[in-house]
């Protein structure tokens, strides 16, 4: 599976940016995608994920109710739509996709990953 990541950028404390990640390739063998996201000198953390087929959804705490995921199986591709952003959400974002269980549970396994987009919240 080929990810290919965008809508970062540069927003003010408070505003608003939505991510994209395109999926292409065997994208049936895997039935999640996740968004991780790693700040400078910090370990890569999980931030949402949903499944394909039933758009169940998880929430890292840090980002629940400001933080919404989901997806447009046609067009294979998943969104976080990044509500009420502060400082702290200031990182690399990066899509992941495997199974559920991976992308929640056993992050160092997870078989694809997109290229990354800077998010970056001024205060």
């Known amino acids: 599976v080929q990810l290919q990541a965008s809508g970062g950028g540069l927003v003010q404390a408070g505003g608003s940016l939505r991510l994209s990640c395109a999926a292409s390739?065997?994208?049936?063998?895997?039935?999640?995608m996740g968004w991780f996201r790693q700040a400078p000198g910090k370990e890569r953390e999980f931030v949402a994920a949903?499944?394909?087929?039933?758009?169940?959804?998880y929430y890292a705490d840090s980002v629940k109710g400001r933080f919404t995921i989901s997806r447009d199986n046609a067009k294979n591709t998943v969104y976080l739509q990044m509500n009420s952003l502060k400082p702290e959400d200031t990182a690399v974002y990066y899509c992941?996709?495997?199974?559920?269980?991976?992308?929640?549970?056993?992050?160092?396994?997870?078989?694809?990953w997109g290229q990354g987009t800077q998010v970056t919240v001024s205060s």
């Open positions: 949903i499944t394909w087929a039933g758009g169940s959804t």
């Open positions: 992941a996709s495997d199974s559920l269980h991976t992308i929640l549970v056993a992050t160092t396994r997870i078989g694809s």
């Open positions: 390739g065997r994208t049936f063998s895997r039935d999640a």
